[in-house]
């Protein structure tokens, strides 16, 4: 394989942002055939360097030779046109337009003449055999053969929006998969995918490169990793660190190249060995924090029950449309749920609206930054001071120096990666992202923190710090209900699991229930 | 940073230079355009009609920005001024005499708590009712007129009380006095946005509703007190109109002003997909549309033909502030530079 020529190949790719060296000097190579895996923590450089690939960024220097020819693409379009297609981490489509306009979005299949068209009447019938228009027919056929290619049956002429983020995603790759393509670049496709989904893409993956289709394939998942790709490339800081054969690289040197140090596997289990020493100790005088009785709204979640106590990690576990995100919602007073109620530290609070549940001293992150979380227009200290500022009210105005000492202080506490705190949020990483979205919260200083998927989409490095901020704001007696699709990161950190299924909380898990192993048995089971 | 490159940032450099460059303009080509004249202890020429008639331009725009800002538009503010001047109009009455039905005062008043109310109706349509701005405030676009027709009786009410005209024809210390309106109430609504957090809460509702909604900001109130406000700040430009030509024309009382208020507020650097927004810079776009119309009228231009002329520096002005354009121009000197 490697005898032949590549059919992409970058050579010292060097982009600067202001501020922040983003690549320097990177190389990459791309053969047809293969599976190739870019990988590298928040920053490393993979979305820069793909972006670059793709037209949305040109590179300060550097060349790429596409087929030993050099390219220049100005736009993703003009990418798209040489052969380069790309699935983003974010859904790019339009969630207000149907499935199959979506697939067919400025390629619609056209046709002329022949039917009772308005044209038709108004030119007299001569003229409307000349006017092309679009033939919904056609597309609608086309887009379901795509689609079941990818074996999803759903209704095409549906607006996208009503369908699951999985499905989404799914049309998003149907979309570039029916435009031919020379280099398919699959960024976090599966991150939001449960995991016959993911089986279910790698399958079209895998089919995809033995035709002969050259993949370049970007995710934080190692084990997607291994078992898709045949070829990694490893970034860090935006420098490049080598090229390996997948199969000739353990996992732990992979990380320890990724993170440039050993990573440090039994961390974890002694941590969680002492937190729950402490709380059997303390578990017994530790106070309540939230107490949710049948609590529910139809069509969205079956009333539950929940509690969580002082120091206390309350794992949300189940499968993706389980119900986990919907329960945070019902919590968060984001919908109103018609029956049951909820009591914080005992006392019965009216929580139906995110600001009820705020002053109640309860913070949530969504599990959606980019349309429920970020400001990507304001600066990064504007973001972390918005919910403290709101909890006080328009007219209790923090000055601006105090908004930046307390960003300041949130900005170095939390390790946020940022120019300075005058930096529009927009720019940053979406780890570094996540952690403004705490911070706007730890700035409240909650009681009560929700956390929806907040190790979605971001690297392994990012996501330890994110599971050790964890648990030391348990440890200092905050109450957390943390919800991840990674059931391995639910085990880490959680003292009690709530297992969720179908949109309803079928048990609950504690002392030595928690593994991945019980987790799985029990939504087997199913009870 | 270098001092250059912060000023090259600078949202209100780009609006300053359009105003700057048609001022150059009209210094080399149109005779006397500077010329300034004290005439009974008032200063007289171009540049102060342009202040003086640009006034309610100013005064909408002001409004019309925090609404843009919050990612929506208010189109009835032309309409608000006609119901405004309908009833103050109404309230000091067409006596001959100049003598008032009621007092001045109360008149302009009632105004103004009328045209709050008319932007209560638009924020109530829009926050609650959650409506689409545009549809929500066509309304008041459409039925504006008709309310005001209903004051005036469908009759232009000429008055004659004199104390009325200091609004749009008074001076202070050699100035109109509109500008020391519009100057008041460009402060206190810059002290109230960027002294309160108001301000910020008003770009994160424009930017991403939902995630303002989330992070415990009452969107709704604030995106109903906006649209309240710039129901005040075309109640205040109608009773300017009104007093400019001591008429009150149901009809044709501000009418397109709505347009040349939003122009305003995009000349001035805010975009209309919400979010942060510039208030000085507003102004300036004001003054922009006003110097533009002077010129071309100074210019003997047919006034037929004046919107073409309009239009055209429009479009050079928004070309100016496209961050693409601007890429583009940079681009073709750092190659000419390359070149040499």
Known sequence: MTDEMPVLTMNKITKTFPGVKALSSVDFRLFKGEVHAIMGQNGAGKSTLVKVLTGVHAQDSGEILLEGKPIRPESPLAAQKLGISTVYQEINLCPNLTVAENIFAGRQPMRRGRGRSFWRFFFGGILSLFVPRIDWKEMTKRSEEILKRLNIVIDVTQILSSYSI???QLVAIARVLDISSKIL?????TSSLDESEVEQLFKVVRSLRDQGLAIIFITHFLDQTYQISDRITILKNGEFVGEFQAKALPKLDLIAKMLGKELSEFSYATERDQRKMTATSAGKDAKNLLTVKNLGLRGSIAPFDLELDEAEVLGLAGLLGSGRTEMARLIFGIDGANQGE??????????????????????????????????????????????????????KFISPRRQLEVADELIKSLAIVTASANSMAGQ????????????????TNPAILILDEPTRGIDVGAKLEIMELILSLSRRGMGLIFISSEFEEVVRCSSRIAVLK?????????????????????????? | MTPLKSLGRNKLLWPLVALGVLLLFNLLFTPHFFRMEIKQGHLYGNLIDILKNGAPIMLLAIGMTLVIATHGIDISVGSVVAISSGVVALLIGGDLKGVPKYPILVAMAAALVVCTLAGMWNGMLVSRIRMQPIIATLILFVAGRGIAM????SMIIWLYAKPFALLGQG????IPFSIYIVLFILLLTFIFTRRTAIGMFIEAVGINPTAARFSGIKSQNIIFWVYTFCGLCAGIAGLIVCSTVMSADGNNAGKLFELDAILAVVLGGTSLNGGKFYLFGSVIGALIIQTLTTTIY???????????????????????????????????????ELST
Request: hydrophobic share 45%; charged share 25%.
């Open chain 1, 502 to 527: 179908d949109k309803v909380k079928i048990a609950e898990l504690d002392g030595d229930d928690i593994n991945e192993t019980s987790i799985m048995r029990t939504i087997a089971g199913g009870n």
């Open chain 1, 185 to 189: 670049i699959l960024d976090e496709p």
């Open chain 1, 342 to 395: 909820i009591r914080v530290r005992g006392k019965k609070s009216a929580i139906n609206s995110p600001r009820n549940a705020m002053m109640a001293g309860i913070g949530f992150c969504s599990e959606d930054r980019k349309n429920e979380g970020i400001f990507s227009d304001l600066t990064v200290r504007e973001n972390i001071i918005l919910a403290l500022q709101a909890k006080n009210g328009v007219f």
């Open chain 1, 166 to 168: 999985a499905i989404q």
């Open chain 1, 428 to 443: 940053l990483s979406g780890g570094n992202q996540q952690k403004v979205m705490l911070a706007r919260w730890l700035a």
């Open chain 2, 171 to 174: 001076y202070v210390l050699g």
């Open chain 2, 150 to 153: 209903v004051f005036t009786k």
């Open chain 2, 298 to 336: 100074a210019l003997g231009v047919p006034a037929d033909v004046a919107p073409v002329v309009k239009a055209f520096v429009v479009w050079a002005v928004c070309l100016m502030q496209s961050p693409r354009f601007r890429a583009r121009i940079v681009r073709v000197f750092a190659r000419r």
